[in-house]
């Protein structure tokens, strides 16, 4: 059975109340639950912090072990070489997934550490990038 981490970034905890028209009304906890429903032969585990070094730990703790990392790091996508250091450091292969089209928002939004150091990215397709993520460790 595959085992995939769901990473989550700071303010990504408020997701259902937080800018609904920017990133829909529904909690991440509701939609995992959903994610989960859909991949019944994945192991899916989900990880949430608002702390750049909690998810370098998560990232370390999974990055030997697991299958894929899908990452959406929020703020830290655009400011955190930490994170991309993690990433390089692991042999767990990621995914980078955004909510919303980080490409048609502010300009410092436009550059993201995590890009290179990952399998492709995934923007603006809401919360559906993250199953289409989980989609491609399966092929």
């Not at 995914?95 to 550059?111: C, D, G, L, P, T």
Request: with cysteine; proline share 3%.
């Amino acid at each position: 059975m595959k085992k995939i981490l769901i990473l989550n970034g700071p303010n990504l905890n408020l997701l259902g109340t937080r800018e609904p028209t920017v990133y829909g009304n529904q909690s991440f906890e509701d939609y995992f639950q959903t994610l989960k429903g859909s991949f019944p032969g994945v192991e899916l585990h989900y990880f949430q912090s608002n702390h750049e070094g909690a998810m370098i730990d998560k990232i370390h703790e999974v990055g030997f072990t697991f299958d894929g990392i899908v990452i959406n790091a929020g703020g830290y996508t655009h400011t955190s070489v930490a994170l991309a250091d993690a990433l390089s450091a692991v042999s767990t292969p990621a995914v980078e997934v955004h909510i919303s089209n980080i490409h048609a928002r502010e300009a410092f939004r436009h550059h993201s550490y995590l890009t290179s150091r990952c399998k492709g990215m995934i923007c603006g397709l809401g919360l559906k990038g993250y199953e289409l993520a989980v989609n491609y460790f399966l092929q």
